[in-house]
Protein backbone atom coordinates (compact mmCIF):
# COMPACT_ATOMS: atom_id res chain seq x y z
CA UNK A 1 0.00 0.00 0.00
CA UNK A 2 1.64 3.13 -0.83
CA UNK A 3 1.53 6.92 -2.50
CA UNK A 4 3.88 8.08 -4.41
CA UNK A 5 4.42 11.55 -5.20
CA UNK A 6 6.24 13.64 -8.37
CA UNK A 7 6.52 16.81 -9.57
CA UNK A 8 7.74 18.90 -7.27
CA UNK A 9 10.94 21.56 -7.55
CA UNK A 10 11.92 25.51 -7.82
CA UNK A 11 9.83 27.59 -9.61
CA UNK A 12 9.43 31.45 -9.65
CA UNK A 13 6.57 33.41 -8.67
CA UNK A 14 4.14 33.21 -11.17
CA UNK A 15 4.80 29.62 -12.51
CA UNK A 16 3.88 26.45 -12.96
CA UNK A 17 4.08 22.94 -11.59
CA UNK A 18 2.09 19.69 -11.80
CA UNK A 19 2.65 17.25 -8.92
CA UNK A 20 1.74 13.53 -9.19
CA UNK A 21 0.50 10.98 -7.10
CA UNK A 22 0.80 7.42 -8.10
CA UNK A 23 -1.10 4.99 -5.60
CA UNK A 24 -0.42 0.98 -5.67
CA UNK A 25 -2.08 -1.71 -3.10
CA UNK A 26 -5.32 -0.56 -2.42
CA UNK A 27 -8.76 -0.18 -4.41
CA UNK A 28 -8.29 3.64 -6.19
CA UNK A 29 -11.61 4.10 -6.27
CA UNK A 30 -12.65 3.20 -2.83
CA UNK A 31 -10.88 6.15 -1.44
CA UNK A 32 -10.63 10.34 -1.20
CA UNK A 33 -7.31 11.32 -2.64
CA UNK A 34 -5.80 14.57 -2.24
CA UNK A 35 -2.94 16.78 -0.76
CA UNK A 36 -1.75 18.69 2.34
CA UNK A 37 1.10 20.82 3.12
CA UNK A 38 3.11 21.78 5.18
CA UNK A 39 5.39 24.98 5.28
CA UNK A 40 7.93 25.06 8.32
CA UNK A 41 6.79 26.64 11.38
CA UNK A 42 3.11 25.89 10.34
CA UNK A 43 0.69 22.91 10.34
CA UNK A 44 -0.01 20.84 7.93
CA UNK A 45 -3.37 22.10 6.08
CA UNK A 46 -5.46 20.59 3.39
CA UNK A 47 -4.81 22.09 0.07
CA UNK A 48 -7.35 20.21 -2.17
CA UNK A 49 -8.87 16.55 -2.70
CA UNK A 50 -11.18 14.90 -5.02
CA UNK A 51 -13.82 11.75 -4.76
CA UNK A 52 -12.40 9.33 -6.96
CA UNK A 53 -15.98 7.84 -7.51
CA UNK A 54 -17.83 10.55 -8.21
CA UNK A 55 -15.33 13.35 -9.18
CA UNK A 56 -16.52 16.08 -6.67
CA UNK A 57 -13.70 18.44 -5.64
CA UNK A 58 -12.59 20.70 -2.59
CA UNK A 59 -9.85 23.14 -2.71
CA UNK A 60 -8.80 25.27 -0.05
CA UNK A 61 -9.58 28.85 -0.69
CA UNK A 62 -6.31 30.41 -0.88
CA UNK A 63 -5.74 28.18 -3.77
CA UNK A 64 -9.27 28.11 -5.81
CA UNK A 65 -8.57 29.63 -9.23
CA UNK A 66 -4.83 28.48 -9.73
CA UNK A 67 -5.03 25.05 -8.67
CA UNK A 68 -7.13 22.22 -10.35
CA UNK A 69 -7.30 18.58 -8.80
CA UNK A 70 -7.97 15.71 -11.65
CA UNK A 71 -8.13 12.09 -11.36
CA UNK A 72 -7.33 9.30 -13.54
CA UNK A 73 -8.90 6.12 -12.53
CA UNK A 74 -6.97 3.76 -15.34
CA UNK A 75 -3.71 4.65 -14.24
CA UNK A 76 -4.75 4.98 -10.45
CA UNK A 77 -3.01 8.30 -10.29
CA UNK A 78 -4.22 11.74 -9.00
CA UNK A 79 -2.81 15.26 -9.99
CA UNK A 80 -2.42 19.02 -9.24
CA UNK A 81 -1.87 21.32 -11.35
CA UNK A 82 -0.70 24.41 -10.31
CA UNK A 83 -0.04 27.49 -11.37
CA UNK A 84 0.71 31.62 -10.92
CA UNK A 85 2.12 30.02 -7.93
CA UNK A 86 3.04 32.42 -5.05
CA UNK A 87 6.10 32.26 -2.68
CA UNK A 88 3.21 31.50 0.20
CA UNK A 89 2.46 28.51 -1.56
CA UNK A 90 5.57 26.82 -0.85
CA UNK A 91 5.60 23.82 1.21
CA UNK A 92 6.28 20.37 1.42
CA UNK A 93 3.42 18.79 -0.67
CA UNK A 94 1.58 15.71 0.64
CA UNK A 95 -0.29 13.12 -0.80
CA UNK A 96 -3.23 11.10 1.00
CA UNK A 97 -5.84 8.75 0.79
CA UNK A 98 -8.81 8.26 2.87
CA UNK A 99 -11.35 5.62 3.01
CA UNK A 100 -14.63 6.57 2.00
CA UNK A 101 -15.65 9.50 -0.02
CA UNK A 102 -15.45 12.09 2.09
CA UNK A 103 -13.80 15.21 1.63
CA UNK A 104 -13.40 17.00 5.20
CA UNK A 105 -10.73 16.03 6.35
CA UNK A 106 -9.02 18.72 3.99
CA UNK A 107 -10.86 21.50 5.24
CA UNK A 108 -11.49 20.83 9.27
CA UNK A 109 -8.64 21.61 11.27
CA UNK A 110 -6.80 18.72 12.20
CA UNK A 111 -8.30 17.01 9.57
CA UNK A 112 -4.82 15.43 8.60
CA UNK A 113 -4.89 13.23 11.37
CA UNK A 114 -7.59 11.45 9.68
CA UNK A 115 -6.21 10.08 6.15
CA UNK A 116 -4.89 6.76 6.65
CA UNK A 117 -2.32 6.08 3.79
CA UNK A 118 0.05 9.14 3.00
CA UNK A 119 3.39 9.64 0.55
CA UNK A 120 6.45 10.51 1.47
CA UNK A 121 6.21 14.38 0.74
CA UNK A 122 7.39 16.44 -2.43
CA UNK A 123 9.22 19.63 -1.89
CA UNK A 124 7.47 23.21 -3.70
CA UNK A 125 9.46 25.97 -3.27
CA UNK A 126 8.38 29.04 -5.49
CA UNK A 127 11.04 32.44 -5.56
CA UNK A 128 9.77 35.36 -5.09
Known amino acids: VQLVESGGGLVQAGGSLRLSCAAS????????IGWFRQAPGKEREGVSV????????YYRNSVKGRFTISSDNAKNTVYLEMNSLKPDDTAVYYC??????????????????????WGQGTLVTVSS
Open 50 to 57: ISTSDGRT
Open 96 to 117: AAERGQGLGSWYIIGGYRYPEI
Open 25 to 32: GFTFDDYA
